[in-house]
């Protein structure tokens, strides 16, 4: 595999900029170097022979951080699979583009990303910002997990408006040095938005009032990278599940981190030493999974959007969308508009029932596969409260609106008339076929 890359990451023809979806077939890939493969093959080694000692040196200080990287695309050479091999290469460059982004850092899976970037900015005695609701695994990594290491949170609920944010983060500020604001938005599994400028706007009175700019990250899983870029809209790092959409077969997992070269080198170097890079073979399989990544999305977000539709309009019971398109409040829709280019296929719905009925529901239903993840090429259904979401204290699940009458829907490439069909017979399975929506 070459070790200079800039004769492999052609993004233009003659004056004309090449569009991500093009570049997901070739960009990080020369053949030549491959015997002409058309695809790359995977890079079954645990090892790289250096072309001379001298050169062994070089890589090693670079990439140990003892020598500073002399381009964007100077990773210090192949050493050794625990710190980069060229499968996972071609991924990180391509998730890169997708994100728009200066890099990437990709990982075994999705915590394992979140996890890398917290460790690598926060230390004992500092504070975290975060809106609620989280996914229940990072917000169990930051509620009790760090927590143990010193360091302490502030969630905020209403990320639509910056007063909520600024007010946590100066809270945060009376409690420790705060590095570090993470969100996730839209939010698993409500769908609530964070509004990436009003951040920024409370971020740079935080850094006025301080001297200070605490790192901004975005778990940009939901809609990313397709319908949402969070970098090029002013957020430093964006986390992502690599096993959700951007692999999208339920077949692997991984995770990524994408900003600039700057604000991941020190997620980049504790990944090596940690040991939580990605393998060859999952890395393949990611970089075929790109090629495809908003075709499928494209087609989950439409089904979606119809799926929604007979939700809102079913005729047996009456259900609270949590679905980008049908909520109604001004302020939602006008950041929705402006930082998002879809709705995605990932959404829930909230009936006024007990988790007996839900349970009943989920139970009925033959096409939708009762399961947890999402961004799948099948669709599943999972109950958040029972199962994702379950680490979560009850308190803050009541906050964040997730009641044992939420169920989530990930919405695959089924045919949605189809899908439309199991929710019609599992609705009149567990409620009846009532000729009129009740409360």
């Given at each position: 595999?070459?070790?200079?890359?800039?004769s492999?990451?052609?993004?233009?023809?003659g004056?004309?900029?090449?569009?991500p979806?093009?570049?997901?077939?070739?960009?990080?890939?020369?053949?030549?170097?491959?015997?002409n493969?058309?695809k790359?093959?995977?890079?079954?080694t645990?090892?790289?022979?250096f072309?001379?000692?001298e050169?062994?040196?070089?890589?090693?200080?670079?990439?140990s951080g003892?020598?500073?990287?002399?381009?964007?695309?100077?990773?210090?050479?192949?050493?050794?699979?625990?710190?980069?091999?060229?499968?996972?290469?071609?991924?990180e460059?391509?998730?890169?583009?997708?994100?728009?982004?200066?890099?990437?850092?990709?990982?075994?899976?999705?915590?394992?990303?979140?996890?890398?970037?917290?460790?690598?900015?926060?230390?004992?005695?500092?504070?975290?910002?975060?809106?609620?609701?989280?996914?229940?695994?990072?917000?169990?990594?930051?509620?009790?997990?760090?927590t143990?290491?010193?360091?302490?949170?502030?969630?905020?609920?209403?990320?639509?408006?910056?007063?909520?944010?600024?007010?946590?983060?100066?809270?945060?500020?009376?409690?420790?040095?705060?590095?570090?604001?993470?969100i996730?938005?839209?939010?698993?599994?409500?769908?609530?938005?964070?509004d990436?400028q009003?951040?920024?706007?409370?971020?740079?009175?935080?850094?006025?009032?301080?001297?200070?700019?605490?790192?901004?990250?975005c778990?940009?899983?939901?809609?990313?990278p397709?319908?949402?870029?969070?970098?090029?809209?002013?957020?430093?790092?964006?986390?992502?599940?690599?096993?959700?959409?951007?692999?999208?077969?339920?077949?692997?997992v991984?995770?990524?981190?994408?900003?600039?070269k700057?604000?991941?080198?020190?997620?980049w170097?504790?990944?090596?030493?940690?040991?939580?890079?990605?393998?060859?073979?999952?890395?393949?399989?990611?970089?075929?999974?790109?090629?495809?990544?908003?075709?499928?999305?494209?087609?989950?977000n439409?089904?979606?959007?119809?799926?929604?539709?007979?939700?809102?309009d079913?005729?047996y019971?009456?259900?609270?969308?949590?679905?980008?398109?049908?909520?109604?409040?001004?302020?939602?829709?006008?950041?929705?508009?402006?930082?998002?280019?879809?709705?995605g296929?990932?959404?829930?719905?909230?009936?006024?029932?007990?988790?007996?009925?839900?349970?009943?529901?989920?139970?009925?239903?033959?096409?939708?596969?009762?399961?947890?993840?999402?961004?799948?090429?099948?669709?599943?259904?999972?109950?958040?409260?029972?199962t994702?979401?379950?680490?979560?204290?009850?308190?803050?699940?009541?906050?964040?609106?997730?009641?044992?009458?939420?169920?989530?829907?990930?919405?695959?490439?089924?045919?949605?008339?189809?899908?439309?069909?199991d929710?019609?017979?599992?609705?009149?399975?567990?409620?009846?076929?009532k000729?009129d929506?009740?409360?």
């Open positions: 595999m070459q070790k200079k890359k800039s492999y990451k052609k993004t233009t023809i004056e004309h900029d090449l569009k979806e093009s570049l997901m077939m070739s960009y990080g890939y020369n053949p030549k170097f491959s015997e493969a058309v790359p093959p995977v890079f079954l645990s090892t790289f022979v072309d001379s000692a050169e062994g040196e070089e890589f090693f200080h670079v990439t003892r020598k500073p990287r002399t381009s964007n695309d100077d990773l210090g050479g192949l050493i050794y699979s625990r710190f980069n091999h060229p499968n996972v290469e071609i991924v460059d391509r998730i890169a583009v997708l994100e728009g982004s200066e890099g990437c850092v990709a990982f075994a899976s999705g915590m394992g990303a979140i996890s890398t970037t917290l460790l690598s900015y926060l230390r004992p005695g500092d504070t975290i910002v975060h809106s609620s609701p989280l996914y229940g695994g990072t917000e169990t990594l930051i509620g009790k997990v760090m143990e290491f010193g360091v302490k949170s502030h969630a905020f609920t209403d990320g639509l408006d910056k007063d909520s944010m600024l007010a946590a983060m100066r809270k945060a500020i009376k409690d420790g040095n705060l590095k570090m604001v993470f996730e938005t839209p939010a698993n599994p409500t769908n609530a938005l964070v990436f009003a951040l920024n706007e409370a971020l740079d009175i935080i850094e006025s009032e301080t001297g200070h700019r605490p790192v901004s990250v778990d940009n899983t939901l809609m990313g397709i319908f949402q870029q969070a970098v090029p809209q002013g957020i430093d790092l964006a986390v992502y599940s690599v096993t959700k959409y951007l692999g999208g077969h339920s077949d692997l991984a995770g990524a981190v994408c900003g600039s700057e604000k991941l080198a020190p997620i170097g504790l990944r090596g030493a940690m040991g939580f890079n990605l393998d060859p073979h999952t890395s393949w399989m990611i970089s075929r999974s790109l090629e495809t990544v908003a075709i499928r999305m494209d087609r989950a439409d089904s979606a959007k119809k799926v929604a539709q007979w939700i809102h079913n005729p019971i009456q259900a609270e969308l949590h679905h980008a398109d049908f909520k109604t409040d001004p302020k939602y829709q006008a950041v929705f508009k402006r930082q998002c280019k879809g709705a296929s990932t959404f829930a719905f909230t009936v006024d029932a007990p988790k007996a009925t839900m349970f009943k529901f989920i139970n009925a239903l033959q096409l939708f596969k009762s399961a947890v993840s999402l961004g799948g090429s099948e669709s599943l259904i999972c109950h958040p409260a029972s994702t979401h379950s680490g979560v204290p009850a308190e803050a699940r009541a906050k964040a609106k997730v009641t044992d009458g939420l169920v989530r829907l990930s919405i695959g490439l089924e045919h949605p008339d189809d899908l439309i069909a929710l019609d017979q599992a609705f009149k399975a567990a409620f009846g076929n000729a929506k009740v409360a």
